[in-house]
């Protein structure tokens, strides 16, 4: 095995794209939209880009994928026009990758026409992104899935609304027709988990009723496969499969931590099971004093509602707005709280990701 060969999650992907594409009767809600969750760094991105939608191109589907952090000067609106452009653009194009793929539609010398300006799109008196989908459907005659990775990043302006507004509209105006030649489908992934599941679950939101899941972190058979990897690397230091399994849990299933541990361990002189476990505690303790870090700037408010989530996810019990919880964080910050002031410090803690709703 080259040590620069890639993990592949192929049975991962193929079963997401099966339930995309080809849905069950108790699978038909994913046409409203998909939704998944999961922490930062543990994969996603990766496998978008070098699983999913590969598995989704071998069932048939065009595939239109945009990052959303890829350029942080640009909105979410005006990242998804532009990759919405290249792809007509590329179909438009003779001979293009893209347009070999639908060779047997009899599409012309040129390409594929489209009835607007593909330039105008997502300007004023372009055409609107339900029109332009639509048409696309019918062009490739298959189903057309959107993907947008960090997707809560279109959340808190009007421009990012609008663009989900109108991603929903386009998503009815193909899919409710009868005997359309192929679906609209939407697959929203995120590293902000409440955020993210608001967005399908919350009835202001444009799609609510969408499917919302977490993300399969990876798990036991890629360290597995890791260490095998690098077993066969002279004068490598490794812990057992079972030793590194539990250290990467330790680090959050993040592939860079686990690959910062290892490098660690090389310069550790005791033996590889004793040092690893230590090394990935630390790791994972400086991770968490990040975040405790955060909790700290937000104020003193902030640190006595963490601490009664933390004792209520302990205990059983819960109730951050009752009368007793009120009394305990006036007591904790010496001065009297009312139930705005915490219900406003929430919403801040859920905006940065420190906690989520329960339902979530």
Not at 259 to 287: G, K, W, Y
Not at 298 to 325: H, N
Not at 327 to 355: C, S, W
């Amino acid at each position: 095995m080259s040590p620069t060969a890639l993990y592949r999650r192929n049975q991962y992907a193929a079963d997401l794209a099966q339930q995309l594409l080809k849905p069950t009767a108790l699978q038909v809600q994913v046409r409203s939209g998909v939704f998944l969750s999961g922490i930062r760094r543990i994969g996603k991105t990766t496998f978008l880009r070098q699983d999913l939608v590969p598995a989704l191109e071998a069932m048939g589907a065009l595939v239109i994928y945009v990052d959303l952090w890829v350029d942080r000067s640009k909105s979410p609106a005006a990242l998804v026009h532009e990759a919405v452009r290249s792809t007509l653009a590329d179909l438009a194009v003779p001979g293009s990758t893209l347009l070999q793929r639908f060779k047997g539609l009899n599409v012309g010398a040129a390409g594929f026409s489209f009835g607007f300006q593909v330039d105008a799109v997502g300007k004023p008196g372009g055409a609107t992104l339900a029109e332009v989908l639509t048409e696309l459907v019918d062009k490739v005659k298959t189903d057309v899935v959107l993907i947008m990775d960090e997707v809560q990043q279109a959340l808190g302006t009007e421009d990012g609304n609008n663009l989900l507004f109108a991603l929903k509209a386009a998503r009815d105006a193909v899919n409710t027709r009868p005997g359309t030649p192929g679906y609209l489908l939407f697959l929203g992934t995120g590293s902000h988990k409440s955020l993210v599941a608001d967005m399908a679950t919350r009835r202001t939101q444009p799609f609510a009723g969408a499917v919302s899941a977490s993300y399969e972190p990876l798990g036991v058979d890629f360290v597995r496969w890791k260490h095998e990897q690098l077993r066969q690397m002279p004068g490598i230091k490794l812990p057992s499969p079972e030793v590194m399994h539990q250290g990467f849990v330790a680090v959050g299933q993040r592939p860079e931590e686990l690959q910062n541990a290892l490098v660690l361990l090389q310069a550790r002189p005791e033996s590889p099971d004793m040092a690893f476990p230590i090394i990935c505690t630390t790791l994972a303790a400086a991770a968490s004093e990040v975040e405790i870090a955060t909790i700290e700037s937000l104020g003193a408010l902030a640190r006595a509602l963490f601490e009664r989530i933390v004792q209520g996810s302990e205990s059983g019990e819960s109730g951050l707005f009752s009368a007793d919880a009120l009394r305990q964080y006036a007591e904790q910050i010496g001065m009297a709280v009312d139930t705005p002031q915490v219900q406003n410090m929430v919403e801040r803690m859920i905006a940065a990701n420190l906690i989520h709703r329960q339902p979530h």
